[in-house]
């Protein structure tokens, strides 16, 4: 089991920045697919970023060049620095890890998840 918690959303305008992190109960350093997911009022949740353990990271198009994911397994936190803020990133943010040693962590099944930040950007 792993917990996570997120923190770190707020309401900015457009072209500021926000960092989320992610604080997980357990080493994050043993858990090989880290992710952000977000969910847009009245839309399906989508995969924003992951990252390996090894440090190899995926980002969706649309968000390439403004976000950057990444982990501190010292602080066992997952962090997402986005930057250049659209109002369509107004979403609700959510961290996930998940078991095993999935093959491609920007398509495998999240099993766990956190309660998620909520991230407004005005126009």
């Known amino acids: 089991q792993v917990q996570l918690t997120e923190s770190g959303g707020g309401s900015v305008q457009a072209g500021g920045s926000l960092r989320l992190s992610c604080s997980a109960s357990?080493?994050?350093?043993?858990?090989?697919?880290m992710a952000w997911y977000r969910q847009a009022a009245g839309k399906q949740r989508e995969w924003v970023s992951s990252?390996?353990?090894?440090?190899?990271?995926s980002y969706v198009d649309s968000v390439k060049g403004r976000f950057t994911i990444s982990r501190d397994n010292a602080k066992n936190t997952l962090s997402l620095q986005m930057n250049s803020l659209k109002p369509e990133d107004t979403a609700m943010y959510y961290c996930a890890a998940a078991s095993g040693w999935p093959l491609n962590c920007a398509t495998t099944g999240y099993d766990y998840w956190g309660q998620g930040t909520q991230v407004t950007v005005s126009s």
């Open positions: 990252m390996r353990s090894d440090g190899r990271t």
């Open positions: 357990r080493n994050t350093g043993s858990t090989y697919c």
